[in-house]
């Protein structure tokens, strides 16, 4: 099954939601995580507009993700 862009944006609007409300719960390592992913997946489905819509986003995600792996326990 192919993935179209209505199922992308939709399990980026989840992966994020999830990761505001571990944020607000404490878990900072985990929500940066989901915000990471939901962030990634807005930028793929933006893969066909112009260079910035697609590279500024995936940079965010990869920030993100670094700095959960860089976070201490």
């Given at each position: 099954m192919p993935i179209n862009d209505r199922l992308l944006t939709l399990a980026s609007n989840v992966a994020i939601l999830i990761g505001i409300a571990l944020g607000?719960?404490?878990v900072v390592r985990g929500a940066?995580?989901?915000?990471?992913?939901?962030?990634a997946g807005m930028a793929i489905k933006a893969r066909n507009k112009r260079k910035f819509d697609f590279y500024f986003p995936l940079l965010i995600a990869i920030a993100l993700f670094a700095l959960a792996i860089a976070l201490p326990r």
């Open positions: 607000i719960f404490g940066s995580l989901f915000i990471a992913a939901g962030t």
